[in-house]
Every structure is written in C-alpha cells, then in structure tokens.
C-alpha cells in the first residue's frame, strides 16, 4: 500500500525564517503530489501540486516544492516565513489514475513574531 | 458559493447514538470521499465513491457506512456512535479526467465528539 511519510512533526521558526518539510513516498510507478495547508480551525487548502513537467512546482503564497523521482520526495520550501504561515502542512500522493489520495501525518508548524 | 458543503459542523453525541454526516458537492465531480483527522494521524481515509452507484472502503472503515445518494451527495453513517469516532470528519471530491489533471475540494468539517 503507499505510504507518506513527513518528518520533524512540529517545527518552530522565527518570522524571515526559511522553512523545508520533506516528504516522501514508498512506491513506483506515476505518481500526482499535493502540499496541502490546514489554517487553525479551517478547512484543508491546496498550496501547490505537481502531475508532471517541470520538477520544481511554485504555489500560492510563495511556497514551492521540488519532486525528485530518484528519492521519492516531494520537499516544500519557503524562503522566508510569516507568523500567517502558522499552521499544519499535510503532504498528499496519489498513484495515476487511482482514486485514493493518502495524507502524511502532517507538519505543525509555528512562526514566532 | 461552490465548493463542498457539510453539515453540522458540530456534533455531540452519547455513546451507541447513531448519526449521518452529510455532505453535498455543486461542482458535477464524479468521485467523493470521507475523510477523518486525528492530532499526529493525518487524515485517514474511510470511505470513498469513484462514481455515482459505487462505494468502496478506504483505510479505516469499520463503524461507518455510507451512501451516495446520487452525484451530488455522499453520505456518512455512524450506526453506533463510539468513543474512538470523535474526530474531525472531511468530505472531499474531485472530478476525473483522462489526464490525471484532477484537484481535490474539500469541505470544512464537522467536529464530532462521543461522549
């Protein structure tokens, strides 16, 4: 079965800080990424997803992520955080024309003012 | 506004009530899908429908039903109500297309707590 697998759940920065969460997957074969982000209190929201292309995906609110196929992994980056990108950050991954999107665990991330 | 719609957004119920979440899509996506969140579980897959007609269980399915009444609505059915189900419960859907190029809406919510 495929798995997500995001580490370090709980992550504390500072405001300009840059932020990576790494993520990665288990099996072969086409996959569709997703970053998603839950506001405190809110509904899950897409940040970005990549299907196929170009390997380095820009999304909403300056977040981009970068697949690399040879490691399994779906990394988001930010350059600079805000104390607004205070929330949890799932990973998602679905095979190619399966109809089962499987979450990581997710990433709580707090940015300190 | 369009996009995925559940009710209620909260619930709480006493142990062996039983209860039907409800959730309903404008978007004509074929398939939907029950989720639930659990702190440090991620979100967990109950039950999904790749079309109308069709249900099929997801990663944890046992103490839920459900039905999909027709395109629009996909409902979750709690026959009797346990502790371990209080969780946040998300409907999703997505619309299917030959290329792949599909998203996922999700709904809000409904925060369930059985006492």
């Known amino acids: 079965a495929q798995s997500v697998s995001q580490h370090n759940h709980h992550v504390i920065l500072s405001e300009a800080a840059s932020l990576e969460l790494g993520c990665n997957y288990s099996?072969?074969?086409?996959?569709?990424l997703f970053w998603y982000v839950q506001y405190p209190g809110q509904h899950l929201q897409l940040l970005l997803k990549?299907?196929?292309?170009?390997?380095l995906v820009k999304g909403i609110k300056g977040f981009e992520a970068e697949f690399i196929k040879s490691k399994f992994s779906f990394n988001l980056r930010k350059p600079s955080v805000q104390w607004s990108d205070t929330a949890e950050y799932f990973c998602?991954?679905?095979?190619?024309?399966?109809?089962?999107?499987?979450f990581g665990k997710g990433n709580q991330v707090v940015v300190i003012p | 506004n369009a996009g995925v719609t559940q009710t209620p957004k909260f619930q709480v119920l006493k142990t062996g009530q039983s209860m039907t979440l409800q959730c309903a899509q404008d978007m004509n996506h074929n398939s939907m899908y029950w989720y639930r969140q659990d702190p440090g579980m991620g979100l967990r897959l109950i039950y999904y429908s790749a079309s109308e007609g069709t249900t099929d269980k997801g990663e944890v399915p046992n103490g839920y039903n459900v039905s999909r009444l027709n395109k629009r609505e996909f409902s979750l059915r709690l026959e009797s109500a346990a502790p371990s189900q209080t969780s946040v419960y998300f409907c999703?859907?997505?619309?299917?297309?030959?290329?792949?190029?599909?998203?996922?809406?999700f709904g809000s919510g409904t925060r369930l707590t059985v006492v």
């Open positions: 099996y072969g074969g086409t996959v569709n």
């Open positions: 999703a859907s997505r619309t299917t297309s030959r290329g792949g190029n599909y998203g996922y809406t």
């Open positions: 998602a991954v679905t095979l190619y024309g399966n109809n089962r999107l499987a």
């Open positions: 990549y299907f196929s292309g170009d390997p």
